[in-house]
């Protein structure tokens, strides 16, 4: 279905934490992430490996190994390496891609425009070369992948409590939406049109479902698609417009088979007071299709540490991470 492939890298790992700060290690972050977007390519059918699975030393020549020998040395691998950044400012934040020497902006400024439509507050997106050889990329996830197409994405910043509760909270918004991005830029190859973004189309979804889910209406979706029908298929990428998404602050669940208000609330790290006040329910009663309306957190638990440090001479392109 695909004639692309993708390698996830959840950066650090073992005795390598990454960046430390606010009771979390970045290497634990990174793996969380990665293990959830490495389940999300497989449910869209997309050919997908991953680097670690466990909380293991990986140095740059074996993981650089494990990307080669994932799918081969081939310009239809994409790599996505997966890292939280750091600084000495405790003011920085936001999410960066960078991309490699060798390739176009062009997934780089999706991704991040992704992330920036899931929520996040974004930087920029760039190429970084090496000091003492300026025809190099300055990472060694870029500079020495081959042909393959890498891109480093730094989430935010560790060391900004309201960047990392940005990321802990809604990691799994961010993955889905960089998910979308890569399949929507290697399968149409262009960026969206400006007060849009796109979205690919999962098994169960309908018009209906996707039009309640971002604010908008079956009506709109099949306008700005030029659909005739309300006939979807798996892997179908849909223009969502963005002026009617819904706040970063609120998100929107669809109630399944076996799911109570309790069980919900668990998830989403609230009561079932607050789901009943925010969506004017007068009793526990639920029905399978119902669309709610969540405010809260994710309930995940991100392992942590008692340690605080912070990276030495980093400025606003300059991460931890090499």
């Known amino acids: 279905m695909y004639d692309f492939k993708v390698v996830i890298d959840p950066g650090h790992g073992g005795d390598d934490p990454g960046a430390v700060a606010n009771n979390t290690n970045e290497k634990d972050l990174t793996k969380l992430i990665s293990d959830y977007m490495y389940e999300r390519f497989k449910e869209m059918g997309v050919p997908v490996a991953i680097t670690r699975t466990t909380d293991e030393t990986v140095n ?117 939406a960089i998910v979308d991005a890569v399949i929507a830029t290697k399968m ?34 099949k306008r700005i698609n030029n659909l005739t029908s309300d006939l979807l298929t798996i892997g179908q990428i849909l223009l969502i417009p963005l002026d009617s998404t819904s706040d970063s602050n609120n998100q929107t669940y669809i109630v399944k088979s076996g799911d109570t208000l309790y069980s919900i609330a668990r998830k989403f790290n609230t009561t079932v007071d607050n789901l009943k006040k925010l969506n004017n329910l007068s009793s526990d009663t639920l029905s399978v299709g119902q669309v709610l309306t969540i405010s809260g957190t994710t309930n995940e638990d991100i392992p942590s540490t008692v340690n605080y440090t912070v990276a030495k001479g980093d400025t606003l392109f300059m991460g931890n991470n090499e």
């Open 60 to 176: 740059p020549t074996e993981r650089v190994n494990r990307i080669l020998n994932a799918f081969g040395d081939s310009e239809d691998v994409i790599v996505i390496s997966n890292h939280i950044n750091s600084s000495s400012s405790t003011s920085a934040q936001g999410a960066e891609v960078i991309y490699a020497l060798r390739n176009e902006d062009t997934l780089a400024e999706n991704i991040l425009n992704a992330l920036e439509t899931a929520g996040q507050v974004t930087r920029t997106f760039y190429q970084r070369r090496l000091p003492s050889d300026t025809s190099k990329d300055y990472y060694f996830i870029h500079r020495n992948t081959g042909k393959t197409e890498p891109v480093l994405i730094e989430y935010g910043f560790i060391n900004n409590k309201d960047d990392l509760n940005r990321i802990k909270t809604n990691y799994k918004k961010y993955v889905d």
């Open 188 to 221: 149409g190859g262009s960026i969206p049109p400006q007060g849009t973004t796109t979205y690919v189309v999962k098994k169960g979804d309908s018009l209906y479902k996707i039009a309640n889910e971002y604010n908008t209406t079956v009506a709109e979706l």
